[in-house]
């Protein structure tokens, strides 16, 4: 059975942020908690990470891949993620550091933007069927 394209992107982008989660641990301070935008450290040199940070990218990553064996979980996943991102587009600029978690200010913001809008491409901009 061929796959459609909501799959596709479901499958490249559990793909990519599992590569980034795993990348994002082996940065300076990528197994640590700090979450200031300043200090912790920098996937890329460009991107704030920390322990939470990684791990919430694993997870996404992880259910990226396992929505991609169907179109329903592909899209599900496409619009939770889409809703999940745009909202910490808007978080960002409220509290960069997800209540002193998650270091989400910075290059994250234009990075989760453009994520949002390519999973409500997924979600909402593919068709029911292959």
Known sequence: MRRSTAQTGA???GIAFLAFGILGLFVHNGMGMDADNETTG????????NLLHNIV?????????????????????????AII?????????????????VPIGSHDIWLHAVL????????FGTRATA
């Open 116 to 123: 949002a809008a390519g999973l409500a491409y997924i979600g």
């Open 85 to 101: 991102y745009a909202v910490l587009v808007v978080m960002a600029f409220i509290d960069p550091t997800t209540f002193g978690l």
């Open 11 to 13: 499958l490249v982008f």
């Open 42 to 49: 920098r996937l890329l040199g460009l991107f704030p990470v």
């Open 57 to 81: 990218h694993l997870a996404f990553g992880a259910w990226g891949i396992a929505a991609s064996r169907g179109h329903p979980a592909s899209r599900s996943y496409g619009r939770i993620g």
